[in-house]
């Protein structure tokens, strides 16, 4: 498998992705809003772009769709409950079902709500699992919940899955938030040494060539992973004095949303 991750320089600072087969040629594009980068990108690499799939469905993840499938023909792939808010849908999968590319790739689809219902992130079957998460998670956060998202479903998905996968997985997310996550976390837990620790990487970084996190590295900066942090917990006392002394750790999460929404 291969990833090629395309850095779109918008205001709103989107990756897309094409996932390839080395021995076909056959590609994936993931949210392909920067259509033009992402034709050019696979012209150049001598890919053939057959599939799109949409993590969900705002505007900035889809907006690229149309000139995609009419320059290469490829089929849209979205959420099975995504049909009436993606055009020109072609596949509507759920969670388990198998996205294949070329001879070698294979995806696996997760239903991961929370940001929107309608949200699908991909995991691989490769020796070093990878996550195209969307706008789920994100390098050191979460994802918000303001359009036609839920809180308690980005809990449990973050609780009931993310959490599961494999400690080596590869984090691919949809935005380039890094940066600002960081300075999230180490406002909640200002002695995070390894958000400490790679901050200054970041600082002022080029996205196109930013580093790329696993899942073991989000346990350790990722304030939405650090729930049962008493450090944590602490800070956020300050914000919620009426908070339990010892909180769920959904509580936690709600609250560390609500913060970083106003952050």
């Known amino acids: 498998m291969i990833v090629e991750r395309i850095w779109t320089a918008n205001s709103y600072r989107n990756f897309n ?13 993931i949210d392909p809003l920067d259509h033009e980068k992402t034709l050019a990108t696979a012209k150049v690499k001598g890919w053939q772009i057959t599939q799109i799939l949409n993590t969900h469905e705002h505007h900035d993840h889809t907006g690229g769709n149309a000139a995609v499938v009419a320059a290469t023909g490829a089929k849209v792939i979205a959420h099975h409950k995504a049909g009436g808010k993606i055009q020109g849908m072609d596949r509507g999968v759920k969670a388990g079902d198998v996205i294949k590319v070329g001879n070698t790739v294979e995806l696996e689809c997760l239903d991961t709500p929370g940001h929107t219902m309608c949200h699908i992130c991909l995991r691989s079957h490769t020796e070093q699992p990878a996550l195209f998460s969307g706008d789920t998670l994100f390098n050191a956060g979460a994802g918000n919940v303001h359009n036609g998202g839920d809180v308690h479903a980005m809990y449990a998905t973050f609780a009931d899955q993310l959490a599961q996968l494999p400690d080596n997985t590869l984090v691919y997310p949809g935005h380039d938030y890094i940066e600002t996550n960081l300075k999230f976390t180490l ?15 970041v600082a002022g970084h080029d996205p196109a060539t930013s580093v790329v996190t696993t899942l073991a590295q989000e346990k350790q900066h990722n304030t939405f992973f650090r729930l049962a942090s008493a450090s944590v917990i602490a800070k956020l006392r300050e914000s919620f004095p009426d908070l339990a002394t010892e909180p769920d750790a959904k509580t936690v999460f709600m609250k560390l949303r609500e913060l970083r929404n106003g952050w």
């Open 17 to 29: 992705y094409l996932i390839a087969c080395p021995e076909t040629g056959e590609a994936l594009a």
């Open 187 to 201: 406002a909640r837990e200002p002695g995070n040494a390894a958000a400490l620790a790679l901050l200054p990487a």
